[in-house]
């Protein structure tokens, strides 16, 4: 009875640890939703904003690693439960940087109105691989909120449509930076943005690759996507 | 007597797994080097191989998560021993990004060799912010090793280095594709190159955080360089 309490004790403290995590990834949402308004609308204010909020997102990140340190401490927990405490342990690692990435969004679009720089729609370049990337970071979120594998596969499938993205926005910022060498410093921030879009896709791969590796217990990172479809783990 | 014993097979345990992240580092390492020589001397072969070697990298990634498991698991490790864990397992994150990035300038030295773009000595822009990561790196390792918290704050410091080498080149980039425009596509490749070493010095300064958080005990991620140096953790 004892372990059966103690067990009860374990879950009911990490639920509320996934909770805040779940308050992190809302959080980290928001600042890379409003980093990209604030480089679409040139707004300076909104960019300050984001880089201000990356201190709480800062902070909560120190405070669940402390919560998952005690939870292993005082809880103990079996093999079985200890993988779901790693890989929280892991999002919220890749959350902390999808605030950083948001940050770095927000300076370059504070960078640039500051210069006055924009001589094209540079929003519309990066349109795209916004909406696909701000949508992955949700699916990440839910399914880890969720624990779904199924949709956590689908997940790591889209991250490839977003490199191709990006080097599709590389190869136009090219062919842009060489018919008007006076836009190739707008054009740089904006392959900046891009790449920092780019990552943020890559982190929400990771935590769909955690979301995994909790339900089925096998590592899938480093596989090839049909060994992942296929059931294997890495080795 | 039993607490005594279980204490130093943990110590055992532990060690082994520190080993095995030195190692780790060994051939991260190894891959920054090489694949910086990839992108000097033109070698594709060489690049290709860097490239392989991230396999073995990531094998070991997976398995050292699972020491580290395994560990907790078994050992059932007290409060402070457990801190120890958890820097290893973030830092044993922190070399595998190492060896993505690692990677990444040696894809871009391939597809600079392939297309035979380079029209300026590229390497010659990258040559300071090089060697200043690759002692970070190593010094961030031996410190590691060490737990040296005394060096590891100053490695910190040496981040801003680096920043400011990256920012130097920026600039030169943006000038030479301003001058002559046919350069773009070849100064862009030595941009994402640069960008690449700027972030493996990042995983070299999130190490010697890890170092800090061993060896004193207190949390000085997302800290002001002025608050770590007066001790000081995050709050």
Same mark, same amino acid.
């Given at each position: 009875?004892?372990?059966?309490?103690?067990?009860?004790?374990?879950?009911?403290?990490?639920?509320?640890?996934?909770?805040?995590?779940?308050?992190?990834?809302?959080?980290?949402?928001?600042?890379?939703?409003?980093?990209?308004?604030?480089?679409?609308?040139?707004?300076?204010?909104?960019?300050?904003?984001?880089?201000?909020?990356?201190?709480?997102?800062?902070?909560?990140?120190?405070?669940?690693?402390?919560?998952?340190?005690?939870?292993?401490? $005082?809880?103990?927990?079996? =093999?079985? *439960?200890?993988?779901? %405490?790693?890989?929280? @342990?892991?999002? #919220?690692? +890749?959350?902390?940087?999808?605030?950083?990435?948001?940050?770095?969004?927000?300076?370059?679009?504070?960078?640039?109105?500051?210069?006055?720089?924009?001589?094209?729609?540079?929003?519309?370049?990066?349109?795209?691989?916004?909406?696909?990337?701000?949508?992955?970071?949700?699916?990440?979120?839910?399914?880890?909120?969720?624990?779904?594998?199924?949709?956590?596969?689908?997940?790591?499938?889209?991250?490839?449509?977003?490199?191709?993205?990006?080097?599709?926005?590389?190869?136009?910022?090219?062919?842009?930076?060489?018919?008007?060498? $006076?836009?190739?410093?707008? =054009?740089? *921030?904006?392959?900046? %943005?891009?790449?920092? @879009?780019?990552? #943020?896709? +890559?982190?929400?791969?990771?935590?769909?690759?955690?979301?995994?590796?909790?339900?089925?217990?096998?590592?899938?990172?480093?596989?090839?996507?049909?060994?992942?479809?296929?059931?294997?783990?890495?080795?």
């Amino acid at each position: 009875m004892v372990g059966d309490h103690s067990s009860k004790q374990y879950d009911h403290e990490l639920e509320g640890i996934r909770s805040k995590v779940l308050l992190m990834g809302g959080m980290v949402e928001t600042q890379f939703d409003e980093a990209l308004n604030a480089f679409r609308v040139d707004n300076a204010q909104l960019a300050d904003k984001v880089m201000a909020d990356d201190q709480a997102v800062n902070q909560l990140e120190v405070q669940l690693d402390d919560a998952c340190s005690h939870l292993i401490v $005082r809880r103990q927990p079996t =093999a079985n *439960d200890l993988r779901t %405490v790693m890989a929280t @342990i892991k999002v #919220i690692t +890749d959350l902390e940087r999808v605030g950083d990435e948001a940050s770095k969004i927000a300076r370059t679009a504070k960078s640039l109105h500051e210069r006055g720089l924009v001589s094209f729609n540079h929003y519309d370049i990066v349109r795209t691989i916004s909406r696909a990337t701000a949508d992955m970071l949700h699916d990440a979120l839910d399914a880890f909120a969720r624990l779904d594998g199924k949709s956590a596969l689908q997940i790591i499938a889209q991250d490839d449509e977003i490199d191709y993205e990006f080097r599709t926005i590389l190869r136009n910022m090219i062919t842009f930076m060489m018919e008007d060498p $006076r836009t190739i410093s707008a =054009a740089l *921030d904006t392959l900046w %943005v891009a790449k920092a @879009i780019e990552r #943020i896709g +890559d982190h929400a791969k990771n935590i769909a690759e955690y979301v995994i590796y909790v339900v089925e217990g096998r590592d899938i990172r480093h596989c090839k996507p049909a060994a992942v479809a296929a059931g294997k783990g890495a080795g």
